[in-house]
């Protein structure tokens, strides 16, 4: 990991941790969600948002007030709103996006929840998540939230990530290993 994103991430670790420390106290995790799916939407549709939390042009006082009125519209909770107060004063607000992302994670360990990426070589219907996801419960003993992806080049199949583990059982992997196996053969 290069050093400028580590240590964006050990920043951003700091602000989650006690941003989800308070939501816990308040018994705000609900709104703590909600506030997530805002600022989340906000950087994924907004460029002029994305440009005002990492331009170094604006100063700390013109992002302390665009976030100050922007919180307040977006009716985010005071935990958050005065989160990211602080953020713009110390000019930290580049690490909102790991902040979101931290935070997620933290929730769904709270909740039990653990996330899988599934790549998938054509759309799965609401059956086969519901299937995968109960296959994967009774292999992690947690909740699964799944995100799908589809990738045609695997021909058939699915690749599962989650957390640090992997199954790849996709057409395109076997045949790259029949591929090997033939190689070291001839």
Known sequence: MSEPASISKGIAARY??????????????????????????????????????????YGREDQSAAIGALASKMGLSSVMANTLSLMAA?????VLPQLASTLRTLIADHKGEVTADVVA??????????????????????????NTTVDESLIGGLIV????????????????????TMKEVG
């Open 90 to 94: 110390k000019r930290r607000l580049f």
């Open 121 to 146: 070589a054509k759309s799965l219907t609401a059956a086969q998540q519901t299937k995968l996801a109960a296959s994967l419960k009774a292999t992690t003993g947690k909740d699964v939230k799944i």
């Open 16 to 57: 989650a941790t006690a941003v989800f420390e308070l939501a816990i106290e308040e018994n705000g995790i609900a709104a703590l969600e909600g506030d997530l799916d805002a600022l989340e939407g906000a950087l994924t549709d907004s460029a002029g948002f994305r440009d005002l939390i990492s331009s170094p042009l």
């Open 161 to 180: 990530k989650v957390g640090s583990k992997m199954i790849d059982t996709s057409i395109r992997s076997k045949l790259n290993a029949l591929q090997n």
